[in-house]
């Protein structure tokens, strides 16, 4: 798996983002057991011959890419036209050889934007599953899920903060947001790492 996060990539001009994106690039092949791309680093001085190097290597493995904050580097750009015209033209270079990859098994791509398909991406089979209650439980835990696989750890926190179990659900419920899904649905989440901080030990 290629795991990869955007959140790093901001505030920068073109020359220091694709440095940075190279960085990274070379960083999550490394780490996903592919050793021989700390090589191609160096035999690479641009972006685009790195995605030359890497698609030798993507196209002989069905990867799986998982790209987290995709649009961060975006969304901290808005209101600076030049650097944000900058990042749009590196995503896209970006995006442009990851659709090029035919081998490719899975892509999954979080953000909070939904202009990846509409400026970075144009093929078709791009599927938005934000608003989707199928895939609902992908964005948090459900009050059902909460409830269920979490009893104890709500009783064990409530003891050793020297609350009421009543009391530490009203604290859960600061952690929660309510998602509107397709059909005019809404739905409660919990964001899974603030209810995991908030109940560990």
């Not at 020359?15 to 191609?40: C, D, H, I, P, T």
């Not at 990859?101 to 078709?124: A, M």
Request: charged share 20%; net charge negative; with cysteine.
């Amino acid at each position: 798996m290629i795991k990869l996060s955007f959140a790093g990539l901001a505030g920068q001009d073109e020359v220091a983002l694709r440095n940075s994106l190279k960085g990274l690039l070379v960083e999550a092949y490394v780490n996903a057991g592919f050793a021989q791309v700390k090589k191609m680093e160096f035999a690479a001085t641009t972006l685009n011959r790195l995605l030359g190097h890497l698609s030798s290597i993507s196209l002989k493995n069905r990867l799986v890419f998982l790209i987290d904050d995709w649009d961060y580097p975006l969304t901290a750009s808005y209101g600076y036209p030049v650097r944000y015209q900058a990042v749009l033209d590196v995503l896209s270079e970006f995006y442009t050889w990851l659709n090029k990859l035919n081998h490719v098994r899975f892509i999954l791509v979080t953000g909070q934007t939904h202009e990846l398909s509409s400026q970075l991406v144009t093929c078709g089979d791009i599927r938005d599953i934000s608003a989707d209650p199928e895939y609902v439980s992908l964005l948090g835990f459900t009050p059902e899920e909460l409830e269920s696989n979490y009893a104890p750890f709500i009783e064990a926190a409530a003891q050793r903060r020297g609350e009421s179990v009543e009391a530490v659900r009203a604290t859960l419920e600061e952690c929660a947001s309510e998602i509107s899904l397709e059909g005019g649905t809404k739905v409660k989440l919990y964001n899974p790492r603030a209810v995991n901080r908030l109940l560990a030990p």
